[in-house]
């Protein structure tokens, strides 16, 4: 029985623990997030924004959430029901269990896949499938349109963002986000090296996570609200949460590929006695500011401008960017830890 | 060993059932689905067997770009598929003895390894990977080095289709007005604005 | 990195082609349509310098990349053979490209690709390099097969030849992994020891008919020939040139090389294959043109009867098989060119002419034309002293040694069938009543082809062994 215990049952009640205290702590952070994003935006427009539940209005987001969950599921008439209500559970799972990989801090990772970052690249993207069935499955104009764009535009920008991980990957020589975070300790931060993939995969971000300025999908000038018209109370809210949760995800991994993860800026005496938890809050919130900054000031693009930059501009130029990566590497020597890896092998021709 | 077993006839049963659904799904949107469905579960498989790089690059393929566009096409296409999957019945006979041909075969070579007489060379073929190395490394260190040619290659047989692929859609259409990114920023405040002095009551 | 770089040299003619195509690609885009004129006179230099790169490198028997990749006279041969049958028939299709507004600089590139395909395939030395190879030329021959997309004609064209080509690589496919299974090699080497050590078993038998089959299929041989007169008459005549010509003597090279290398050890059972689809083809190639009324279908046919004649050779298994396969394919593709530049130049005010009627009249309107189209067509039907009647002999006297007689007469028997419609076509175009005047035809390019043409098929009989000796080394170098 202690056996079953220590064998089975205990490691897996251990990854429950883990698996809900990083959602818990997820979806906390969200939830605060939501707000930051108001007040941002609200102070940009010289507005007070949520002021009024609670100090500073900061119930503000519980008290919507209650809103949603007591109000009525309207299942418009024609829907494919299945369709319609798998479509907003995918978007929010999907965009939950891509944490699963990421590491807040030294060693606090639910699951240390060694094929990590292509783990959160394979979920986010099939993130796609949640806004395309529920275009589809609503049955109605405004969200067809707007589950199409969403689709287009987010494997567009998948192509980028790919490539953008490939030179982060060439430098560090592992998949595993816990070693790239590692790499960074022994060097610089990437982000130094490797600037312009930092804006490209900054700006791929608001196109992958349907933000302003490129938030076409569900523009309200022209399709309303886009893919999420006909849905209402918890359905909508997990829309709403899961589209937040991927935006905290994809900030985090930008804090993880080129910002040192959980590293203090510099590793001297007082900065290094703040937890690593605490660094990396600091930078995915200082990245989620940003996001929202750009939704506050940056007007709206035009679908084939949208086109066009991921396409025409970002496309050849990480490729571009891998191609320069991979020749300064080899041309200094700099390749991570080539001869222990072929000594390991010992392939060859 | 037993929550792999499990978890190993769980994603099967899902594979299969998924992939049998894409056939008999009414729905063609439905098929998608299932086909989607029948493909992560493979990539389930793949994980379970210990090789998570082909089960994400199957992910990210197939789930992530393949699978969209076809759901794509499948949306914008009003293509009545019950109307094409009348003549199911008909060739029903003809599909079922080529399935037959193909399993005999495959239990042909199956059961010519296991029991007729194998040259040396099969025995030696499939070559362990050396546990140590992930297979991500496995597969780029290979990849890269002794089958580079048939890489490159392949990268020349995408390039064609790609060309392919543009020639025979891509049409210049004639009184199409097209944006002109460099055109716009090169405008200067001269070009742009006129002022002009018009004495009252003369009109320009 | 520990590892070492693979020896390229054997491969510099292709990587020179490859490289040759992507800048003329990155030309074309960024010159825009206007430069489709001299990207395709960049693109004939290119497959003639890399031709000049592969006699250049030299005969000797080398291979690359772990066996994967093998250069050896009978590739050299074959691939001159290929490249220079390919810039022959961008020569000559300028003018009607220009004509129906299909200059597109895609064009050329699309034949660099494709001979760039052939090149590897010929050079294949496993089942993976000639998979990869045969691909490479296949879909670049789908999409040129479908150029003219206005045309609904050539649209079915490149459809179906695409699906029918899927179908034959699926086949391929399976037989190769059949192999696999049972040989445990994918290289041709290999596949040749497991293949001589025992008793074969069945799985091998298996994969070869299958290999046999896709591979019949690529060259259009009976019964996997149906693609072919659909396809001729579909696709833009040029590319139907460009099909009759370099594909089909890469393809017949690639025949050889795997039956060769890979089962020469099996001979029994692939010469029955090669017998029966070789009888098949000359049969209906002489048969079922008979009843055509357009030039384009015509050729379709011909040419299924000539890999017939062909796989004679093959079907002998000798030394002098093969060389008589060599020496067939050279002429072969020599004398199309010329037939093609003349019916490229069957055009009127109101377009494009197909029949065989039109060319009536030929022989008042254009003499010279008319001359060198009769002396191809004479050739064509293998009539003494053209050089068409020697490639005839040569595989016919290899069958004949190999003790095949029968093969030998039927292949007789078929060519005096064959011979009827070729010299329909002379009586049409000196004896019956003249049809209008085509337009002014044949560029100079087109002008220098059809001579050279010409001119090699009547002056072959001077020297026929200069060619044979050249083809009897690369031959050689097989076994």
């Known amino acids: 029985m202690l056996e079953l215990w220590n064998d089975l049952l205990w490691p897996l009640l251990w990854q429950v623990i883990l698996i809900l205290a990083l959602t818990v702590g997820v979806l906390l952070y969200v939830a605060y997030a939501v707000y930051a994003d108001r007040k941002i935006w609200a102070a940009v427009q010289l507005r007070r924004g949520p002021n009024v539940v609670g100090p500073f209005g900061l119930f503000q987001l519980f008290a919507d959430f209650g809103k949603n969950l007591i109000k009525e599921v309207i299942v418009p008439a024609g829907v494919n029901k299945g369709i319609f209500f798998i479509a907003p559970m995918l978007t929010f799972v999907l965009a939950v269990v891509g944490w699963a990989v990421i590491p807040v801090a030294d060693g606090m990772v639910v699951a240390d896949l060694n094929v990590g970052i292509l783990y959160i690249f394979a979920i986010s993207s099939m993130g796609v499938y949640g806004i395309i069935m529920a275009g589809w499955a609503s049955n109605s104009k405004y969200p067809f349109l707007g589950g199409m764009r969403a689709a287009a535009q987010m494997v567009s920008y998948e192509v980028s963002i790919g490539l953008v991980i490939v030179t982060v990957l060439m430098c560090v020589g592992s998949l595993n986000l816990t070693e790239i975070v590692y790499a960074q300790a022994e060097g610089v931060w990437f982000f130094i090296p490797l600037f312009p993939m930092f804006v490209v995969y900054f700006i791929s971000l608001l196109a992958e996570t349907n933000r302003p300025p490129f938030d076409l999908p569900e523009s309200e000038s022209e399709l309303v609200a886009g893919y999420q018209v006909e849905y209402s109370s918890t359905p909508y809210l997990l829309f709403m949460i899961g589209e937040y949760i991927n935006i905290v995800l994809l900030c985090s991994l930008c804090t993880v590929l080129f910002f040192g993860g959980w590293l203090p800026p510099l590793d001297i005496a007082p900065l290094n006695w703040i937890p690593g938890l605490v660094w990396f809050v600091l930078k995915t919130s200082f990245f989620f500011f940003l996001v929202s900054m750009v939704k506050a000031m940056v007007p709206r693009y035009r679908y084939d401008q949208l086109m066009r930059l991921g396409w025409k501009v970002f496309l050849p130029l990480s490729l571009l960017w891998v191609a320069i990566t991979g020749g300064v590497l080899i041309a200094f020597d700099l390749l991570p830890d080539p001869v222990a890896v072929s000594a390991a092998t010992g392939a060859g021709l | ?204 | 990195m520990m590892t070492t770089m693979p020896d390229l040299s054997p491969l510099y003619a292709e990587l020179f082609l490859a490289g040759a195509a992507l800048v003329l690609l990155m030309l074309g885009v960024f010159r825009g349509e206007q430069s489709a004129r001299s990207i395709s006179g960049f693109a004939v230099i290119a497959l003639i310098a890399t031709a000049g790169l592969v006699l250049a490198g030299g005969g000797e028997t080398v291979t690359t990349f772990g066996g994967s990749f093998i250069s050896d006279q009978f590739a050299v041969y074959m691939k001159v053979v290929s490249l220079l049958g390919a810039a022959m028939i961008l020569v000559i299709s300028g003018p009607y490209m220009q004509a129906e507004k299909m200059d597109r600089f895609e064009y050329p590139v699309l034949i660099l690709l494709a001979t760039l395909g052939m090149c590897l395939m010929i050079s294949a030395n496993d089942l993976i390099a000639l998979y990869m190879g045969l691909e490479l030329q296949s879909l670049a021959l789908y999409v040129i097969a479908a150029f003219k997309r206005n045309s609904q004609r050539s649209t079915e064209a490149g459809l179906k030849y695409f699906v029918l080509g899927a179908l034959s690589s699926g086949m391929y496919l399976y037989g190769a992994s059949m192999l696999y299974g049972f040989t445990g090699s994918v290289g041709f080497e290999g596949i040749a020891q497991s293949a001589a050590a025992a008793e074969v078993s069945g799985g091998v038998v298996i994969g070869l008919v299958f290999v046999a089959a896709a591979l019949a299929f690529k060259i259009s041989a009976v019964p996997f020939h149906m693609w072919t007169p659909d396809v001729y008459e579909g696709a833009p005549t040029p590319v139907t040139a460009f099909f009759a010509a370099a594909p089909k003597a890469a393809g017949v090279a690639l025949v050889v090389r795997v039956m060769i290398d890979a089962f020469g050890t099996m001979g029994p059972q692939w010469q029955q294959i090669m017998i029966v689809v070789s009888i098949l083809s000359m049969a209906l190639g002489a048969f079922a043109a008979i009843g055509q009324t357009n030039i384009k279908r015509l050729m379709a046919y011909s040419s299924i009867g000539h890999m017939g004649y062909a796989l004679v050779g093959l079907a002998a298994g000798t030394v002098e098989g093969i060389t008589g396969v060599l020496v067939y394919m050279a002429i072969y593709v020599v004398m199309n060119g010329g037939v093609w530049v003349c019916i490229l130049s069957m055009r009127r005010a109101e377009g494009m002419v197909e029949n065989i009627d039109d060319l009536a009249g030929l022989a008042k309107n254009n003499p010279t034309m008319a001359f060198a189209l009769a002396v191809l067509m004479f050739s064509l039907a293998g009539i003494p002293p053209m050089a068409g009647f020697f490639g005839k002999f040569y595989v016919f006297m290899a069958a004949v040694d190999a003790g095949l007689i029968t093969l030998a007469v039927i292949g007789l028997v078929t060519s005096v069938v064959g011979a009827f419609y070729y010299i329909r076509i002379v009586k049409v175009i000196y004896m019956d009543e003249p049809a209008a005047a085509f337009d002014a035809p044949a560029s100079g390019g087109m002008r220098v082809v059809l001579l050279g043409s010409t001119a090699f098929t009547i002056l072959f009989v001077v020297a026929p062994s200069s060619l044979v000796e050249v083809a009897g080394k690369a031959a050689a170098s097989l076994f």
């Open chain 2, 1 to 204: 060993m037993m929550v792999a077993t499990t978890a190993f006839y769980v994603f099967a049963a899902i594979t299969i059932a998924a992939a049998f659904m894409v056939i008999a799904a009414r729905n063609p949107v439905h098929s998608v689905l299932y086909l989607i469905l029948a493909f992560f579960n493979a990539a389930a498989l793949f994980v379970l067997i210990g090789a998570e790089f082909l089960a994400m690059i199957l992910v990210i393929v197939y789930v992530g770009a393949v699978a969209v566009l076809f759901m794509f096409v499948v949306m914008m296409l009003d293509i009545n598929f019950t109307e094409l999957r009348e003549g199911v019945l008909q060739y029903l006979p003809i599909g079922a003895l080529v399935g037959v041909i193909l399993v005999v075969e495959v239990l042909l070579v199956v059961g010519g390894i296991a029991v007729g007489p194998l040259s040396p060379d099969v025995a030696a073929a499939p070559a362990p990977m050396s546990s140590d190395v992930e297979n991500t490394r496995a597969l780029g260190q290979l990849l890269y080095t002794q089958y580079i040619y048939f890489f490159q290659i392949a990268g020349l047989i995408l390039l064609v289709a790609m060309i392919g692929a543009i020639v025979l859609t891509l049409r210049q259409r004639e009184g199409v007005r097209k944006q002109s990114i460099a055109a716009q920023n090169a405008r200067t405040r001269e070009d742009a604005v006129e002022l002009v002095d018009i004495k009252p009551g003369s009109g320009i």
